[in-house]
């Protein structure tokens, strides 16, 4: 059983790293929302992503916020997918093994991202991955 546990353990390390190689962490610049709303319609700035990740870089989210906010990558213009995904990735490596509401999001988003019904901008980032970047999320899904 412990030789199990540190399996995991290296695999999510391993995996961490594979991460930290293939996105490079940058303060992201554009536009985060795939669509534009009117600031009124935001309960509070905390809602509008445009706000509470200009000028971030993935690195800098807290567990906690994406903890919270486990799907809010579907909300995301293409480029803005690229720059902050690897966060939402990072915490589900902490999940593997387990059933941690950030995996099982991705695992569903993942495998609904080429149903248009489902797709607001956020899988055309997909496609702008790097085959590096490529290659961690299919590590992580596998």
């Not at 990740?53 to 994406?66: D, P, R």
């Not at 803005?80 to 099982?104: H, N, T």
Request: glycine share 8%; aromatic share 10%; charged share 25%.
């Amino acid at each position: 059983m412990a030789a199990a546990q540190g399996e995991r353990d290296c695999d999510k390390a391993s995996l961490r790293r594979r991460i930290l190689g293939a996105f490079p962490a940058y303060s992201y610049a554009g536009q985060v929302m795939a669509v534009l709303h009117d600031p009124s319609e935001y309960e509070s700035e905390a809602d509008n992503l445009d706000v509470v990740l200009a000028g971030k870089k993935w690195t800098e989210l807290e567990e906690a916020y994406v903890d919270a906010n486990s799907d809010d990558y579907v909300l995301m213009a293409p480029l803005a997918v690229q720059a902050f995904l690897p966060a939402w990735l990072s915490r589900a490596a902490d999940d593997l093994g387990g059933a941690g509401e950030v995996l099982i999001g991705l695992i569903f988003h993942i495998k609904s991202a080429s149903d248009p019904q489902f797709d607001n901008g956020w899988a055309r980032g997909l496609a702008l991955f790097t085959k590096e970047q490529a290659y961690a999320l299919r590590t992580l899904l596998e």
